[in-house]
């Protein structure tokens, strides 16, 4: 399983931005879908999940409201719809899968597209 993140980029506080992620190698619908971020000299930690169906998501404390994760299984797809961008969201996003929706272990890993939030 391979993911290709993209559609980082600099936005000023306050705006949206639109990160996807194609999963290719295998169909993507029996793997749970997600986003970790990692910020500079900072933990990295998970931003949301999704599940094969999309009848299951989870997103952080930290961007509900604010994030939404979605999914196309038929374009192996998945998305992170970011509004209301804060300096704080500055990081590195990694698209993320596995297996099974009640593992925590990420199993494969995108390369990583960079969003910088100005303020």
């Known amino acids: 399983v391979q993911l290709q993140a993209s559609g980082g980029g600099l936005v000023q506080a306050g705006a949206s931005l639109r990160l996807s992620c194609a999963l290719s190698?295998?169909?993507?619908?029996?793997?749970?879908l997600g986003w970790l971020r990692q910020a500079p000299g900072k933990d990295r930690e998970f931003v949301a999940a999704?599940?094969?169906?999309?009848?299951?998501?989870q997103h952080a404390d930290s961007v509900k409201g604010r994030f939404t994760i979605s999914r196309e299984n038929a374009k192996n797809m998945v998305y992170l719809q970011m509004n209301s961008l804060k300096p704080e969201d500055t990081a590195i996003y990694y698209c993320?899968?596995?297996?099974?929706?009640?593992?925590?272990?990420?199993?494969?890993w995108g390369q990583g597209t960079q969003v910088t939030v100005s303020s």
């Open positions: 999704i599940s094969g169906d999309s009848r299951l998501k």
């Open positions: 993320v899968a596995r297996s099974n929706w009640y593992r925590e272990k990420w199993n494969y």
């Open positions: 190698g295998r169909p993507s619908s029996p793997y749970v």
